[in-house]
């Protein structure tokens, strides 16, 4: 059984963690088929986002398989952790737009991969939170620098510390997600936001994304100097004098990723 569910359509990859019966908990061989399905989004370059979802209704994801953990040695279980910080990390260094489609429970890891995106749309009410702590671990996966990159210091803290449960509205209020939407309407409102994305330049986007994930992590003048190699990189492009004939022209742009 694949546990890693990957179809394209429309320019868009979607990419479904399929373990329902285990809450689309992560276990070893899910975190490498994921891998292998980031590692290929990374060099299609026909795709433009990614939604990142978990099948059925009840749970995005719970994060780490603890069945599977407790019969772990213990480097089985660094292991474990070291892929799933490896493949969180590889998600977000995606050269494409990232959305996490939040249907249900995202706890722990499945907390981890939302933050891990640029965007994340939730259904209403839907729980959420890093709770490792209650487990005596920690979030291992990029909860404790991605959070409070997110909320700040003193707020992630709090979050982490206490292993607290919110719900998307809490979320939303606290900047983690973008948008709260009734059930029904989540894949439509995340592709919304894809189609929003994609009439633009893709390698502008791309440069963009570069730039803000970049310049992030540094101060002012070393973010600007990260903005003008970004910049650069788009002048020679076809697309950018498609855009100039298209307005010369009065008509939509064309771009082609060139």
Same mark, same amino acid.
């Given at each position: =059984?694949?546990?890693?569910?990957?179809?394209?359509?429309?320019?868009?990859?979607?990419?479904?963690?399929?373990?329902?019966?285990? $809450?689309?908990?992560?276990? +070893?061989?899910?975190? *490498?088929?994921?891998?292998?399905?980031?590692?290929?989004? *990374?060099?299609?370059?026909?795709?433009?986002?990614?939604?990142?979802? %978990?099948? %059925?209704?009840?749970?995005?994801?719970?994060?780490?398989?603890?069945?599977?953990?407790?019969?772990?040695?213990?480097?089985?279980?660094?292991?474990?952790?070291?892929?799933?910080?490896?493949?969180?990390?590889?998600?977000?260094?995606?050269?494409?737009?990232?959305?996490?489609?939040?249907?249900?429970?995202? /706890? %722990?890891?499945?907390?981890?991969?939302?933050?891990?995106?640029?965007?994340?749309?939730?259904?209403? %009410?839907?729980?959420?939170? $890093?709770?490792?702590?209650?487990?005596?671990?920690?979030?291992?996966?990029?909860?404790?620098?991605?959070?409070? @990159? $997110?909320?700040?210091? =003193?707020?992630?803290?709090?979050?982490?510390?206490?292993?607290?449960?919110?719900?998307?509205?809490?979320?939303?209020?606290?900047?983690?997600? #973008?948008?709260?939407?009734?059930?029904?309407? #989540?894949?439509?409102?995340?592709?919304?936001?894809?189609?929003?994305?994609?009439?633009?330049?893709?390698?502008?986007?791309?440069?963009?994304? *570069?730039?803000?994930?970049?310049?992030?992590?540094?101060?002012?003048?070393?973010?600007?100097?990260?903005?003008?190699?970004? +910049?650069?990189?788009?002048?020679?492009?076809?697309? @950018? =004098?498609?855009? #100039? *004939?298209? /307005?010369?022209?009065? @008509?939509?742009?064309?771009?082609?990723?060139?």
């Amino acid at each position: =059984m694949e546990t890693v569910l990957f179809k394209k359509e429309n320019n868009i990859a979607y990419v479904t963690i399929n373990r329902e019966e285990a $809450l689309n908990c992560f276990n +070893y061989e899910t975190l *490498h088929q994921l891998q292998q399905v980031t590692d290929a989004i *990374h060099l299609d370059a026909e795709m433009k986002v990614v939604i990142f979802t %978990g099948a %059925g209704e009840k749970a995005f994801s719970a994060g780490a398989d603890l069945k599977e953990r407790k019969n772990l040695s213990e480097t089985e279980v660094r292991r474990n952790v070291k892929a799933i910080r490896d493949v969180f990390t590889s998600i977000a260094e995606l050269p494409q737009p990232t959305i996490a489609a939040v249907n249900g429970y995202a /706890f %722990g890891g499945g907390f981890e991969l939302m933050i891990a995106c640029d965007f994340s749309i939730a259904i209403e %009410g839907v729980k959420m939170g $890093l709770t490792e702590t209650s487990w005596a671990i920690i979030p291992g996966a990029g909860g404790t620098q991605r959070l409070p @990159r $997110l909320v700040g210091e =003193m707020k992630a803290k709090e979050l982490i510390f206490t292993a607290k449960k919110f719900t998307a509205e809490e979320a939303l209020d606290l900047g983690i997600v #973008l948008q709260v939407v009734e059930t029904g309407k #989540l894949l439509a409102t995340c592709e919304q936001l894809a189609t929003a994305m994609m009439k633009n330049g893709p390698i502008a986007i791309k440069q963009a994304k *570069h730039a803000i994930t970049q310049g992030m992590n540094t101060d002012l003048h070393t973010g600007l100097a990260i903005e003008s190699k970004a +910049y650069e990189v788009i002048i020679p492009t076809e697309d @950018r =004098m498609e855009a #100039l *004939h298209a /307005f010369n022209e009065k @008509r939509s742009p064309e771009f082609k990723g060139k």
